[in-house]
T-cell receptor, first 116, second 116 residues
Framework: AQKITQTQPGMFVQEKEAVTLDCTYD???????LFWYKQPSSGEMIFLIY??????QNATEGRYSLNFQKARKSANLVISASQLGDSAMYFC?????????????FGQGTILTVHP | NAGVTQTPKFQVLKTGQSMTLQCAQD?????MSWYRQDPGMGLRLIHY???????DQGEVPNGYNVSRSTTEDFPLRLLSAAPSQTSVYFC???????????????FGPGTRLTVL
């Protein structure tokens, strides 16, 4: 069974500063994928970034980067230069390989609040 | 492309009523999934499908049925609604390929269901 743990129910950051959202995972699979999604107050799920378990480099997408530490089973999201529009719920999720492409296991989420 | 569409956006049911939540995608994705999101919790997988005619249970399947007769559509049926099924329901679809955004699950806008 797979498990995602997000230990920070809420985080606060000043505008233009960087923030790290924590995510640890547990799986016995060798091949898996890790995702971060953003859910603003409007409710939609917005894909941010993906990291494959065999990817040698940390994933980056604009202001988002994923700090992947495989041995520690962590996949923290780093948001640089925070903006007011980054205030939202953030979910870490995992997918196993093979026929599990349609299955994501989500953490409980972290609410990020960006202060001006 | 419309992406993933869900209808209705809101629904109120009485205990014991049945209804079908509709989900459609126009991206020719093989994989489709249904999740529910409850307050303070991440999304939990209800059912998923790896292609037309093939479905399987997720983490919380009780009280829900699915079928997939076409690649495009993946309806979720509540046979006898219960207050415990009050939730926000998300449908998602994804490619079966590997690498980068091919792994992304595309989410619909969600259906907010209240069972009285």
């Amino acid at each position: 069974a797979q498990k995602i743990t997000q230990t920070q129910p809420g985080m606060f950051v000043q505008e233009k500063e960087a923030v790290t959202l924590d995510c640890t995972y547990d799986t016995s699979d060798q091949s898996y994928g890790l995702f971060w999604y953003k859910q603003p107050s409007s409710g939609e799920m917005i894909f941010l970034i993906y990291q494959g378990s065999y990817d040698e480099q940390n994933a980056t997408e604009g202001r988002y980067s994923l700090n992947f530490q495989k041995a520690r089973k962590s996949a923290n999201l780093v948001i640089s230069a925070s903006q007011l529009g980054d205030s939202a719920m953030y979910f870490c999720a995992m997918r196993a390989s093979g026929t599990s492409y349609g299955k994501l296991t989500f953490g409980q989420g972290t609410i990020l609040t960006v202060h001006p | 492309n419309a992406g993933v569409t869900q209808t209705p956006k809101f629904q109120v049911l009485k205990t014991g009523q049945s209804m079908t939540l509709q989900c459609a995608q126009d991206m020719n994705h093989e994989y489709m999934s249904w999740y529910r999101q409850d307050p303070g919790m991440g999304l939990r997988l209800i059912h998923y499908s790896v292609g037309a005619g093939i479905t399987d249970q997720g983490e919380v399947p009780n009280g829900y049925n699915v079928s997939r007769s076409t690649t495009e559509d993946f309806p979720l049926r509540l046979l006898s609604a219960a207050p415990s099924q009050t939730s926000v329901y998300f449908c998602a679809s994804s490619y079966s390929g590997s690498g980068g955004h091919y792994n992304e699950q595309f989410f619909g806008p969600g259906t907010r269901l209240t069972v009285l």
